[in-house]
């Protein structure tokens, strides 16, 4: 259809250009490329550098002005009678000293100098907001260790690992076969069941919440991880869609070929289909995994009352109490919950790279 | 749970089938973990939730038709009861509401929710691009974000007084920047900027889909010497169209059913009409408001107009996306 | 490949199902307790309910007593009405207050018949608080928890603005400016405006107070609702069960036009975006930077990390009267519960033996007297530097809970309420005409009842 490419002008400047001039403008794109690639970066992910500021601070440095640094911030302190003393910057007499604070009120503060405390306090005449104080960056990586400790983190990840994994392998297995079916075999009534496949999906789970927790609890699988698992055994809509577009992409005459060769369906599936699709299938196997990790209210629903069983996305809600947030610990344990499919979404990524190879040798 | 199907279809009359109805069998095989979840798992609540549409279903009382009430159908004829619920929908000036709230959100929301990960998967894409492992994940990182915890950042990150995104503003020059949360004017614009954390997936399949792009085709390509945007739209573009398709109709599906962010932050933005997305007024009306019955008829309501925008597209799919295998 | 899906669907049943053998393992009568309609998700409630639940299991050998702890309070009351709706209903429910218990009203069991069926003796409870829990539907609950209305105060910031601290006796005076004034709505005003100070230092009685830039604020109603609001006015009902009548109590008026004045003319109570901004980060009073704020002895909870001194003051009075919006919470048991009778040993062991504990994890001064004082010195244990906890067991003369009061169609009409706090306190609410907006309050709350009575 649209492959053929049409005749575009010739670049002359290009062909033309001693060889130098070209290594210069490949380099010159590579930098501009990149460079634009991490400037939107930047932008995109500074939300992320917000969750992050949060998660190392105190309970004290929540409190933010307009004004504040993004840093986590703390007064510098200087020790006087067994009190924590905040120091500002005062200028008395036409030289600006750093000076612990005694006391304050609206008019004047009682100081006295760290560095010179036998001299006695001093009183200065003025409003000590309108004072720079002086501050040292305060970060509170133990944030994330008391997150850890108060939910028990290794058991919430154990079981959000087991989830996701039983799940993802379900998901892949049942979805690369329905997927298959759907885009490579001719199905009496196929584009109709497509649409009910789809219609799954279209209905809102709100209404069928509650029939399908019946379901479960009518078969006594509440309380257990097989609501969460099991129904994956049997493939969905969003998976089956996404690799049964990905199979339609991929020329037929590969299976025709192997067909001719004596193989069966199972085989071309196996050594056709499935290795050309490794982008696609690891796609879905991280979607499903990353979904998984991040559901929130199944787990909630069928396993209340087992906490030993809970997944991390219902254990950081203890951080989230109607009355009292702490935002510093639910952002410190989304940190950490992400760091497995980060890592495990690094590994998986390589296949892309490998993808453009495969395919370019294979046809 | 396919072998037995799989063996028997292997001895016995096999050789008497034709090609075609030997394909056919080995479709049913390789569909049939789909069909038997669908009736064990699917089927019964989705049907559950349509007879629901014609009861007064309240969470804690007795199920009853709407047809079963006398003294409506003294009124009204027993048919116009059943339909109550149904009834209500057109109406009731709230559910209208939120309905239009919805298709406009989506007027915005759906071309951005394409058009954005595109690009990221193009960029991410270009032979130009250094550090690509790297950049990759970060570009997917927020997709992994927790859910709670990302609308938490968000409202901090869109407060119109602290919020970093003012912050940044404000260094810019824009000395007044909107109050994005609680100014109706601006909340969509919030909505979007929030919702372009969740493009991770999107941009995953386009890029997994671009990877898949043969070689020969761009180096075809360059040898008739086509540019960067030509070979786009021309080679990159219809051959990624299937996956195009797919992120669309998933796109449109989720917009309809757009639900956990104005839910989250329901607590500060209630009042506002234009954060009244259906799907939320349909949580409510069901569980906030006991009203299971009507907010059953509401899915419904729901799934009509989402499943019609994606049969329509569908349609139209044959104009647009191209299949290497012929469809 | 496919008997590696036999194998993995074999694994996860088995490991999945090991849980659920244990549970039925023993022959016990099982009583579910529902937590998250109210307090008692909090991360440092969670350990002391499940050792209440523990000590209840270990005591003997009929029931077992199970936690079924909703984690999160957004979600929670779905899944209840989920539980409820699919035939899975929990026995008891609670701690929960009116407004969290009304969303699910006409599910709860009369408690009389039991009471006297199991000998259980009501008399122990002042009548006057019994009396509160009994409802159309019967007596629905044991008074439990009482949390009156207070004013947390921010001592270091009264300090540095010369401030005396609020009374913390009804009837005392306040010394402002060198005069004994009394304790009122309009001094408090006065303070308030003191303690309101901007980046540069002016405070909001200054002309030159810059409201963009406000770094401390003087007063704030913390997380309540606006009915809660209302009532420091005065509580009157909005609501006339025998008309179906729904008119606007004065108390609403004076009190919506107080806070109007409070946030956009006068500047010392936060508007919303001030509320979420990082500012009043963790929560307003906590950030250290509301001198006073109203809100109910349930705060107590939260306030472990707040660094600056705190104590307790009494709240203002109003055309001579004190009002402490009270919050009442109960355990109750669901109608639905197949085990009526072990659940109601249990409740009364969750109001006796297990309720110090309990009650001071959530913070809640007892509905028993006698567990009125114990209570108390757990309170100054936890925060010694507290020092008038007199103030809450003072305020109970003076409490009153009409702002939790029941009318029909409860949870449309309490976001009818949110709607005008988010209207008053949100973007626009500068701009808005308050007595309209009460007028069309009345009007929406008449049609939300009058689609239910129909």
């Given amino acids: 259809m649209a492959t053929t490419v049409n005749k575009a002008t010739y670049n002359k400047a290009v062909n033309t250009s001693p060889f130098y001039a070209v290594q210069l403008r490949k380099f010159a794109t590579y930098g501009l490329v990149t460079m634009f690639a991490v400037l939107f970066l930047l932008v995109y992910l500074s939300p992320l550098a917000n969750m992050f500021m949060v998660a190392i601070r105190s309970q004290e440095q929540l409190s933010q002005t307009a004004d504040s640094s993004i840093f986590p911030m703390g007064a510098k302190k200087y020790e006087y009678k067994g009190k924590q003393l905040p120091i500002f910057k005062v200028e008395i007499d036409g030289v600006t000293r750093e000076l612990a604070q005694v006391s304050a009120t609206r008019r004047s503060s ?115 991880w097989l609501p969460l698992i099991v129904p994956h055994f049997f493939a969905n809509a969003y998976n089956v869609f996404l690799l049964r577009q990905y199979f339609l992409t991929l020329p037929r005459e590969l299976d025709e070929a192997a067909m001719i060769d004596g193989a069966g369906p199972f085989r071309i599936l196996l050594n056709v289909i499935i290795p050309q699709s490794w982008a696609a299938i690891i796609s879905v196997g991280v979607f499903h995994f990353v979904w998984s990790w991040n559901d929130f209210f199944g787990p909630l629903i069928y396993l209340l009352g087992q906490k030993e069983l809970q997944p991390v996305s219902v254990g950081i809600q203890v951080f989230n109490f109607q009355y009292g947030q702490r935002p510093d610990l639910i952002q410190a344990t989304s940190l950490m919950a992400m760091a497995i499919p980060v890592i495990i979404f690094f590994l998986a990524q390589r296949v892309f790279m490998r993808g453009v190879v495969i395919t370019g040798v294979e046809k | 749970m396919t072998t037995s199907t799989a063996t028997s279809a292997n001895i016995g009359p096999e050789s008497r089938l034709t090609i075609l109805q030997r394909q056919r069998r080995w479709g049913w095989v390789f569909l049939s973990p789909w069909i038997f979840g669908f009736f064990v798992f699917t089927f019964f609540p989705m049907i559950a939730s349509f007879v629901f549409s014609f009861t007064n279903f309240r969470i804690g009382e007795p199920i009853q038709l709407l047809s079963d009430n006398p ?257 | 490949m496919k008997r590696n899906v036999a194998l993995l669907l074999a694994l996860a049943f088995v490991l999945a199902l090991v849980p659920l053998a244990n549970a039925n393992a023993q022959d016990k009568v099982v009583v579910t307790w529902f937590i998250g309609l109210g307090t008692g998700t909090n991360v440092d409630q969670i350990p002391v309910q499940e ?184 509580g009157n009902p909005f609501y006339d069960a025998a008309t179906g009548k729904v008119t606007v109590p004065d108390n609403w008026r004076e009190h919506a036009k107080f806070m109007y004045n409070a946030i956009w003319v006068d500047h010392f109570m936060p508007n919303n975006t001030a509320v979420n901004s990082d500012l009043l980060k963790p929560h307003p009073f906590a950030s250290g930077k509301i001198a006073m704020s109203r809100t109910m002895l349930w705060y107590t909870c939260c306030l472990a990390d707040l660094k600056s001194n705190w104590d307790l003051a009494v709240v203002p009075s109003y055309k001579g009267n004190y009002y402490s919006v009270t919050d009442m919470d109960t355990f109750r048991i669901m109608k639905a519960s197949k085990n009526p009778e072990a659940a109601f040993k249990v409740l009364t062991y969750l109001q006796g033996e297990a309720a110090l504990d309990l009650l001071k994890a959530y913070g809640a001064y007892p509905g028993l007297p006698e567990l009125q004082e114990p209570f108390i010195k757990g309170l100054q244990e936890k925060y010694p530097s507290v020092q008038n906890w007199g103030v809450a067991p003072a305020s109970m003369a003076y409490a009153i809970s009409v702002h939790e009061s029941y009318y029909p169609n409860f949870a449309k009409g309490q976001l009818r309420f949110a709607d005008f706090a988010t209207l008053l306190r949100g973007d626009q609410g500068a701009s808005i005409d308050v007595d309209a907006e009460l007028d069309k309050l009345a009007a929406d709350l008449q049609t939300i009842i009058d689609e239910v009575k129909k």
């Fill in chain 3, 51 to 234: 050792a209440v639940a523990k000590k209840f299991n270990e005591s003997q050998t009929e029931i077992e007593l199970k936690l079924n702890i909703a984690a999160s309070n957004q979600a929670a009351p779905d899944v209840l009405s989920t539980l409820i709706a699919a035939g899975d209903a929990p026995d008891i429910v609670g701690p929960v207050g009116w407004s969290g218990a009304n969303l699910f009203a006409g599910q709860y069991l009369d408690l009389k018949p039991l009471v006297e069926k199991m000998g259980y003796d009501l008399s122990q409870y002042p009548e006057a608080l019994v009396k509160q829990y009994e409802s159309p539907e019967g007596l629905i609950g044991i008074p439990f928890a009482v949390f009156p209305g207070v004013l947390y105060i921010n001592k270091d910031l009264f300090d540095e603005a010369g401030l005396a601290y609020p009374p913390t006796e009804f009837g005392a005076k306040y010394m402002l400016n060198g005069e004994e004034v009394d304790w009122t709505w309009d001094t408090l005003v006065e303070v308030a405006k003191i303690l309101t100070v901007d980046a540069n230092g002016e405070d909001a009685t200054s002309d030159a107070f810059d409201p963009t830039k406000i770094v401390q604020y003087g007063f704030d109603h913390q997380w309540d609702t606006i009915r809660a609001d209302f009532d420091t006015f005065g």
């Fill in chain 1, 110 to 224: 009682v100081f006295i100098d760290p560095a010179n405390p036998e001299a006695g306090e001093i009183t200065w005449e003025g409003n000590w907001r309108t004072l720079e104080p002086v501050q040292v960056m305060e970060a509170h990586f133990e944030n994330f260790a008391e997150a850890w400790e108060l939910i028990n983190f290794p058991r919430l990840m154990g079981n959000t690992l087991f989830i996701a994994v039983t799940g993802m392998i379900g998901t892949l297995l049942s979805c690369i076969c329905v997927a298959y079916a759907f885009a490579r075999f001719p199905i009496p009534g196929k584009n109709l069941m497509f649409i009910i496949l789809l219609g799954t999906i279209i209905l809102p789970g709100q209404v069928t919440l509650i029939p399908t927790y019946a379901f479960f609890a009518s078969i006594k699988w509440t309380g257990t």
């Fill in chain 2, 71 to 327: 003294a409506c159908v003294a009124e009204f004829g027993s048919l116009r009861c059943l339909f109550g619920n149904w009834e209500k929908m057109f109406t009731d000036p709230v559910t209208s509401n939120a309905l239009g709230v919805t298709l406009r959100f989506m007027l915005i929301a759906a071309p951005i929710s394409i058009l954005f990960p595109l690009g990221m998967a193009s960029l991410l894409n270009s032979k130009f691009l250094l550090g690509k492992p790297i950049l990759r994940v970060l570009f997917y990182m927020p997709f992994m974000v927790p859910a709670i915890s990302g609308v938490f950042i968000w409202q901090s990150y869109l407060n119109g007084q602290t919020g970093y995104l003012n912050r940044i503003l404000r260094l810019l020059g824009i000395t007044e920047p909107p109050n994005w949360l609680f100014d109706s004017a601006y909340m969509h614009t919030a909505f979007v900027l929030i919702g372009l954390w969740g493009v991770g997936n999107a941009m995953l399949t386009m890029l997994a889909s671009m990877q898949g792009v043969p070689t020969e085709l761009y180096e075809a390509a360059r040898v008739d010497g086509a540019t960067g945007p030509v070979v786009f739209w021309k080679i990159t573009l219809p051959m990624i169209s299937p996956v195009i398709l797919y992120n669309l109709v998933l796109s449109l599906v989720g917009l309809m059913q757009y639900f956990i962010v104005p839910y989250v932050m329901s607590n500060t933005t209630r009042s506002d009409p234009s954060a009244n997305f259906i799907n939320l007024h349909l949580y409510r009306t069901g569980f906030a408001f006991g009203d299971m019955g009507f907010a059953s008829a509401q899915a419904w309501l729901i799934f009509i107009v989402a499943l019609a925008f994606t049969v329509g597209i569908f349609a139209t799919s044959r104009r647009w996306v191209y299949y290497a295998s012929g469809g």
